[in-house]
């Protein structure tokens, strides 16, 4: 990268912009600030940034339907910020493509590593899936449709490859159980979750040393799975 | 009694008149006639008086029948046995007569009196049907019954865990006793204080619900009946109503909690968020001195904000309490409006306050909770109207309360946002876009001024913006002078 990522941050509150403005500024993103959807959407068409942080709970827009505008124009990545306990705003908003998301209150460190990998995939988006791709100490080889862990070979299944395949691709973001059950059993089977909680189940018995204490494959209850690539982490 | 002695006066003159008219001036002996004449008298008498009043008539007329015209006139003697016979049949059928009339007197007398009473009745089932508040709702059907039927007590009594609920409403004072009053009787009387009561049991299909004690009148046993049947349909509808008042009030409860922990969701998160990222922000050695200034300046003003956010919640916690009490004395409305200006001198910096106060009287009041919710209105203008914009807060002692009026110069309050301002958690169309205000203020400035019987309300000003009022009922002085009020 040449020039600094452009950062669009849309939030309806003067003192989290007054926050946050200046600690992007300082890990050197260049920072416009919108309060409204409204604005949020003028800005974008404008200048569109490189990725924008959003605010879910803004006071002319609900920030999934600017989520959702923004999505019919472009790929650029979107971390949603919210307030809301409700999960159901969140998920809405990663399934319109969303790329991530930070519920207040939040540390600036939890922020940042989420721009951070939503902007990697910017970059990484257009890599063929083809030889190995390594993750930690697991390596995924796309040819032989399998896993590696140091020398020894994890036999996978083709809905299991398939799916930490998917993952894989989308290391250190959220995916959510609609995005994964709509990738790999097809749009009927967005309803039926207890095929992925047996599908997680098998591949975390497979590429986790201790699958009841995972630490590729995690969590994010009630919205959907993580695969990271910083294990240990502490999420 | 007078109108049956003037009634039997009337009867005895109107024998006495026929008798004198046929002996001094008409001159008739046939004795058909006389029995016959007196007869008609007898009828008349019959069905428009009591019964005895027909039978003195009757004996008085045979007597003077038989003194006046019976030969030998002028004794009571009968020398023509066939006499006799005429002289009782008369008699006889003037009794009978008396007796039939008065019987079908008795029978209009009863039909009026069941139609009072079904009138009563019905009126009393529509005093039911009418009553909404289900707490009072049983006194008052006590007090309907005795009003509707001129009763001088009635009770109901509800049994409840052993012992027994009495609703008693009537003039009459009663001690029930309640080791006498059983469901499992049908009607019955016991005495209480030399007064007989009647007691009957209130019954929904067949299942008693309590009981109807009435003393006073003699009530018939089926009006008593269907009374009580009215009574118990009355009680389950006022249970039921009861019931459906604590759903309501639950579901309301239940509501607000979501609506407090909503709110909290947002209020404190979004404060939280920025403390803790302007907090690490100072940490970092990134910041020129005014990034510096002004992220820790950030911290203070959101730490403010919090802290106004737990008042709100402690204040709102004790108006529900009720555990706000007042505190009156006498006071200088500029003072009250100096101190709520200080309590939100923070959300008023970016505007400019204009305070015309007329008047020297003082009023006595508690200056606490008045400033208490003037502040609140004034932190609600300053979030509203756009900054540097005028607030002109305005006082008015008049005799009897004074008024504080806050006016803004915002874009005034919604139509449809009106009636609801003051209503917990509510947030308008246009609070909606503002990221601060928790929907707390409005609702405790009025129940801070309820403690005082104060009233606020809010309204839009014809030349723009809104302007929201403070009543409060006050004593005032006039010019004060320091022994006034010492």
């Known amino acids: ?76 990545p ?41 902007l990697r995939r910017v970059f990484s988006d257009d890599a063929a899936e083809v030889g190995r791709v390594r993750l930690g100490d697991l390596t995924i080889d796309y040819d032989r449709r399998r896993a590696v862990r140091g020398e020894e070979d994890i036999r996978l299944t083709p809905k299991e490859f398939e799916l ?21 059993w097809g749009p009927n089977a967005v309803d039926q979750p207890e095929h992925l909680w047996v599908l997680i189940s098998q591949l975390r018995k497979k590429i986790e040393l201790d699958p009841s204490e995972p630490r590729y494959l995690l969590s994010e209850p009630w919205v959907g799975y993580r695969f990271t690539t910083e294990p240990g982490r502490g999420e | ?108 007398d009863e039909a009026l009196g069941r139609r009072d009473e079904m009138a009563s009745l019905f009126d009393l089932s529509r005093d039911v049907l009418l009553v909404t508040d289900s707490r009072e709702a049983i006194t008052l059907l006590a007090r309907f019954i005795y009003r509707r039927f001129g009763l001088d ?23 029930l006793d309640r080791s006498q009053l059983s469901l499992d009787a049908d009607h019955r009387s016991i005495v209480v204080a030399n007064q007989r009561v009647q007691l009957v049991p209130l ?32 009680i389950e509808r006022a249970q039921f109503l009861e019931e459906r008042e604590t759903a309501e009030v639950a579901r309301r409860s239940e509501a607000l909690k979501s609506a407090l922990l909503a709110s909290l969701g947002h209020d404190l998160r979004t404060p939280l968020t920025a403390i803790r990222v302007a907090a690490s922000n ?35 916690a004790r108006i529900d ?36 106060v007329d008047d020297s009287r003082l009023v006595h009041l508690d200056p606490r909770l008045t400033a208490a919710a003037l502040a609140h209105l004034l932190e609600n203008a300053a979030q509203y109207a756009p900054a540097r914009s005028v607030i002109t807060v305005a006082a008015v002692v008049s005799a009897n309360d004074l008024e504080i009026s806050v006016r803004d110069r915002g874009a005034g309050v919604a139509e449809a946002d009106l009636p609801h301002l003051f209503e917990r958690f509510y947030r308008g169309g246009e609070a909606k876009r503002r990221a601060s205000g928790t929907g707390m203020g409005l609702s405790i400035a009025r129940g801070l001024l309820a403690v005082e019987q104060g009233r606020v309300w809010g309204e839009n000003c014809p030349g723009g913006g809104a302007r929201f009022t403070i009543r409060i009922p006050v004593k005032t002085t006039a010019v004060a002078s320091s022994e006034s009020i010492a």
């Not at chain 2, 007590?153 to 001690?175: H, M, N, R, T």
């Not at chain 2, 067949?206 to 349909?233: C, F, M, S, W, Y």
């Not at chain 2, 005014?290 to 709100?312: C, G, I, K, P």
């Open chain 2, 321 to 356: 309490a009720g555990g706000i009490s007042m505190e009156s004395r006498w006071v200088d409305p500029s003072e009250i409006i100096e101190a709520a200006r200080d309590q939100v001198e923070q959300a008023l910096r970016q505007h400019t306050v204009e305070v015309q």
């Open chain 1, 78 to 118: 979107i971390v949603i910020l919210t307030a809301r306990g409700a999960e159901q705003d969140k998920v809405a908003a990663l399934d319109l493509g969303a790329d991530d998301y930070v519920t207040k209150p939040f540390g600036p460190e939890e922020l940042l590593a989420r721009i951070r990998v939503a």
């Open chain 2, 282 to 316: 100072l940490q970092a050695s990134w910041l020129s001195d005014d990034d510096r200034r002004e992220q820790s300046q950030l911290v203070l003003a959101e730490v403010e904000r919090l802290t106004r956010l737990f008042q709100n919640i402690l204040e709102m």
């Open chain 2, 153 to 175: 007590y009635v009770a109901i009594c509800l049994p409840k865990q052993g012992d027994w609920d009495v609703f008693e409403s009537g003039p009459l004072a009663l001690a």
């Open chain 1, 1 to 76: 990268v040449t020039r600094p990522a452009r950062i669009l941050l849309v939030d309806d509150d003067v003192p989290i912009q007054r926050a946050l403005a200046p600690l992007l500024r300082s890990r050197g993103y260049e920072v416009e600030v919108a309060g409204t959807g409204g604005d949020a959407l003028k800005a974008f068409a404008a200048h569109p940034p490189d990725l924008i942080v959003l605010d879910l709970g803004l006071p002319d827009l609900e920030g999934t339907e600017v989520c959702r505008r923004i999505r019919a124009d472009s790929n650029l």
């Open chain 2, 1 to 108: 009694m007078f109108r049956d002695l003037s009634r039997l006066a009337a009867a005895l003159a109107a024998v006495a008149l026929v008798t004198s008219a046929y002996v001094g001036w008409l001159n008739v002996t046939n004795a058909t006639m006389v029995a016959l004449s007196f007869l008609l008298i007898v009828l008349v008498v019959a069905t428009t008086s009591r019964l005895w009043i027909a039978v003195v008539t009757s004996v008085t007329a045979m007597l003077s029948f038989n003194f006046f015209f019976l030969p030998p006139v002028g004794t009571f003697t009968i020398a023509d046995p066939q006499n006799w016979v005429a002289l009782f049949a008369f008699l006889a059928v003037s009794l009978v007569a008396s007796n039939l009339s008065s019987v079908a007197r008795a029978r209009t």
């Open chain 1, 164 to 184: 930490l395949a998917l993952l894989a691709r989308n290391a250190d973001r959220v995916l959510t159980h609609r995005t994964i059950l709509k990738a790999i």
């Open chain 2, 203 to 234: 019954r929904l299909g067949k299942k008693p619900v309590g009981l109807l004690a009435a003393a006073g009148r003699e009530i018939e046993a089926g009006t008593l009946d269907a009374l009580g049947g009215i009574a118990a349909i009355a």
